[in-house]
């Protein structure tokens, strides 16, 4: 619901609710940014983390444990807030 609510709030910005009349487009538009911002997101973690890490990485993803992934996220990417923080700006300021 955040990403949802980051890309709503990039449209207003950018007057798409002025511009886009059809609402089944506009909610499509969301449902694209959103996606796009989630893979830019996830870019952003494979980016950052060191390649010797991906095997633990790809043992937790099959094991389905979100607390146990996202520690090990944590941990192995201690700035990862200010990564994702500055992702999210570069999406807004490059994506519609």
């Given at each position: 619901m955040?990403?949802?609510?980051f890309v709503r709030q990039i449209l207003i910005d950018k007057n798409y609710p002025d511009r886009v009349t059809d609402k089944a487009v506009?909610?499509?538009l969301i449902r694209d940014g959103v996606e796009r911002l989630e893979e830019k997101l996830k870019y952003c973690i494979f980016e950052a983390m060191p390649e010797n890490e991906y095997p633990e990485?790809?043992?937790?993803?099959e094991q389905d444990d979100a607390e146990k992934l996202q520690a090990f996220i944590l941990k192995t990417i201690p700035n990862l807030q200010e990564l994702q923080a500055q992702a999210m700006l570069d999406f807004k300021d490059n994506y519609f």
């Open positions: 955040v990403l949802e609510n506009y909610e499509e990485f790809n043992r937790l993803m």
